[in-house]
């Protein structure tokens, strides 16, 4: 069946492929307890003068992620709903800084 699966289906193969790569990737995620996989923004320091086309500025975030406090930098907006938008950005970010 398997076989008939993936000669009807040969793009079958390469998901599968990227699949196994991406839980590669990113299995240390999944080695943190549930409990101390949150992120607690201590502090973000925006430079005013970096404003860029997209409203968004340069900042210094400082927060404790994983149980362990970070500093890494990231594009913030000013206003509540820039904010809200770059959020994931910042996430992704102190995901990145946690990994290492």
Request: proline share 3%; hydrophobic share 45%; charged share 20%.
């Amino acid at each position: 069946m398997c076989i008939f699966f993936l000669l009807v289906c040969p793009g079958v193969t390469e998901s599968t492929q990227n699949v196994r790569q991406v839980k590669d990737s990113y299995h240390w995620v999944l080695g943190i307890a549930g409990k101390n996989l949150r992120m607690n923004i201590q502090e973000v320091l925006v430079d005013l003068s970096t404003k860029n086309s997209r409203g968004l500025y340069q900042a210094r975030v400082r927060a404790v992620v994983g149980g362990r406090p970070l500093t890494f930098y990231s594009l913030v907006g000013l206003e509540n709903e820039s904010f809200y938008r770059s959020m994931p950005r910042v996430i992704a970010l102190a995901l990145e800084a946690l990994k290492t």
